[in-house]
């Protein structure tokens, strides 16, 4: 999969003809007093035919003291990355282990399906994140070319969308073996899996599709650098869907999944809370689960949602220093997935025994 994944970045970078040559710094000229800096944190202002380098290939972006404070301090070319780095080595092993397991001894077909997919969508975002350390120890200057900065982005947000409702629909089919487990036996329950996670799949595949249509990476000249998502010309009339698009994903992207995984977790833990004391191990597994849901999600999409909101209405905003360290957080879920499967595998004995209890002997697994 990791070789797959490379060699179709390799290969879109290859098609990149019109970016310099990775590694070199874009040749620019010197610059006069009469340029533009626009005050928003991460919005900056296209430079004009006039005030364009005649040397340069990229579109130029004018920035501000903020984003060179940013992109010249240790919080983006040491602590980010570093804390990025211990994701990947912790998550990737974790999850090809997970995957294997998975994927070969899995009894239920259900529980194979929703673990397979959490698992590979987990591993791509851990792969996206080895090109994003790259780019911030080097100085948050991208090298690989404007096709790869797209396809990174896409997967980027995209897989960490997915993460979020793959967990939402293990919480469901949770849900129901546990709250309802005689209607969660007369469910087609191969067919609800399958389809559930082809649409997360379907469905975040074409949000994503936006991501790839538009410019990614742009030359500023003041720091001789080339960033990757980071900095968009939001005042570009051909950019003015954006704002509305990153608002309507990251809303649908993550608060019906925070309702819905609310509700499905509390009632999971009320209705065991009124069964024998033996459910204690499986009451704090699901509320472990709740927390890290919580926890690694809900900072960066409040703050991220904030974010595009304060951009829509033009206020004031440097929310989005703040958004890419929570995105820390966020990544802390890849590494943790794993380790919660074989949590909530512990407990599938005294489910059959729930099940037993109430009449039924229904078997399956988390």
């Not at 310099?20 to 202002?45: E, M, Q, S």
């Not at 092993?93 to 070969?104: F, G």
């Not at 538009?214 to 968009?232: A, F, G, N, V």
Request: charged share 15%.
């Amino acid at each position: 999969m990791k070789t797959l994944l490379l060699g179709l970045l390799l290969s879109l970078m290859l098609l990149d003809a019109s970016l310099p040559v990775a590694g070199k710094k874009p040749r620019v000229a010197k610059r006069n007093a009469t340029d533009i800096l626009i005050p928003k944190v991460f919005n900056a202002r296209r430079r004009n035919s006039s005030e364009q380098n005649s040397t340069s290939l990229l579109p130029e972006l004018d920035v501000t003291e903020d984003h060179i404070e940013y992109y010249t301090g240790i919080l983006s070319t040491l602590i980010i990355p570093l804390a990025y780095i211990v994701t990947i080595a912790v998550g990737l092993p974790a999850n090809a282990v997970i995957l294997r397991t998975v994927s070969t001894k899995t009894k239920t077909f259900p529980t194979a399906i929703l673990y397979c997919s959490l698992a590979v969508s987990d591993l791509l975002f851990l792969l996206t994140l080895c090109f994003k350390v790259h780019y911030h120890l080097n100085g948050n200057n991208w090298v690989f070319g404007e096709a790869a900065c797209r396809v990174v982005t896409a997967c980027f947000h995209g897989n960490a969308y997915c993460s979020i409702h793959t967990l939402t629909c293990i919480g469901v089919k949770r849900y129901m073996a546990i709250v309802h487990p005689f209607t969660y036996k007369s469910l087609p329950k191969r067919g609800c899996t399958v389809c559930s996670s082809l649409a997360v799949w379907a469905v975040f595949l074409v949000a994503m599709v936006p991501e790839l249509l538009i410019r990614q990476s742009y030359l500023l000249p003041k720091m001789e650098i080339i960033t990757c998502h980071d900095i968009q010309p939001l005042e570009d009339q051909s950019l003015s869907f954006l704002l509305y698009y990153k608002l309507g994903l990251t809303f649908f992207g993550f608060i019906p999944s925070f309702f819905v995984t609310l509700f499905t977790y509390s009632s999971i833990i009320h209705r065991l809370n009124k069964s024998d004391s033996h459910w204690v191990h499986y009451i704090k597994v699901s509320t472990l689960v709740f927390v890290i849901f919580i926890v690694c999600f809900t900072p960066s999409s409040v703050i991220l949602f904030t974010h595009y909101v304060n951009l829509y209405t033009s206020r004031p905003d440097h929310l989005y220093v703040l958004y890419n360290v929570a995105v820390c957080l966020c990544g802390l879920h890849s590494c943790l997935d794993p380790f919660l499967f074989i949590l909530m595998s512990k407990t599938t004995g005294s489910k059959q025994t729930f099940m037993r209890l109430r009449g039924k002997n229904i078997s399956f697994s988390t």
